[in-house]
């Protein structure tokens, strides 16, 4: 692979066109937003040549952006394969099965919430799980080419079922954004900023800060996972009816303690990542 093309110049685009520049590729970038062009342009992409030949066409836009575009031919010249990096996979992967190019499904499990503080971090990707989801117009050749831009990435590689990535989605970035959100809007209609800010610490910070990612992004999560975020957000709301409904020490102890022995297995099997 020697030349990659970005569509969608946000922190997630920008910084995997910088780290795939890097390694000596040639990027080049494309966005709808002047501002997005100018700042990738002044940190060495490309956004001037559109037309150019590229092995690799990424789609880093939101996904309804993706999707819009998936349903288009805007991307049949001109490009060997095409990978994504929305956060659904489903809706996604079935307009890739019948694209003219060879398409893969992909999801880095990496990012930064603040969406607000426009700081370049190339190294988001080093080490990062990179979920790939198979298409049936994917071949050899395109698969060959991804997994080339994730070793230059330094991620690794996991391939996972379209429908299984978003069911468990739901769980780790869908419902955790919504329980975020949902407990700003209790304290910010409950009590004046300068009682919560007062009395605020790592609890609330940690358990809030989700809500600064942009909205834009979250919204589309949203409209193309409904049915598991729904479904997942009924378990959650059981699961917390019957913590409150706990009468007995000894049983909520009991509760506690499994929680906290769960939470503490996966630190000591996956490691702990930072907060970003």
């Given at each position: 692979?020697?030349?990659?093309?970005?569509y969608g110049l946000g922190l997630m685009g920008t910084n995997l066109g910088l780290k795939l520049l890097s390694k000596g590729i040639k990027v080049y970038g494309e966005d709808v937003n002047t501002e997005s062009l100018e700042r990738a342009s002044h940190l060495g992409i490309n956004?001037?040549?559109s037309s150019q030949a590229v092995d690799l066409t990424i789609l880093a836009m939101p996904i309804n952006s993706i999707v819009s575009t998936l349903s288009s031919d805007k991307l049949i010249a001109?490009?060997?394969a095409i990978i994504d990096i929305g956060g659904t996979k489903e809706k996604i992967c079935n307009l890739m099965d019948s694209y003219e190019v060879p398409?893969?499904?992909g999801h880095p499990m990496c990012g930064i919430s603040d969406n607000s503080s426009w700081e370049p971090d190339p190294e988001i990707y080093n080490g990062a799980t990179f979920l790939l989801c198979e298409t049936k117009s994917m071949d050899p050749t395109s698969r060959e080419i991804v997994l080339e831009m994730i070793q230059l990435l330094n991620s690794k590689e996991v391939w996972i079922d379209r429908t299984h990535h978003d069911e468990i989605i739901s769980i780790t970035s869908h419902l955790p954004h919504l329980i975020s959100t949902a407990l700003?809007?209790?304290a910010r209609?409950?009590?004046e900023i300068n009682e919560i800010m007062g009395m605020a610490a790592g609890g609330f910070d940690g358990a809030t800060r989700l809500?600064?990612?942009n909205p834009e992004m979250i919204k589309d999560m949203y409209d193309t996972n409904s049915e598991n975020i729904n479904k997942s957000l009924k378990y959650f709301l059981s699961e917390l009816m019957g913590l409150v409904d706990?009468?007995?020490?000894?049983?909520l102890i009991s509760y506690l303690n499994n929680s906290v022995h769960w939470r503490r297995a996966l630190s000591d099997k996956f490691g702990e990542r930072p907060l970003s």
């Open positions: 692979m020697k030349s990659v093309r970005v956004v001037a040549n001109n490009t060997k398409s893969i499904g700003v809007g209790t209609d409950n009590y809500t600064r990612t706990l009468q007995e020490r000894d049983e």
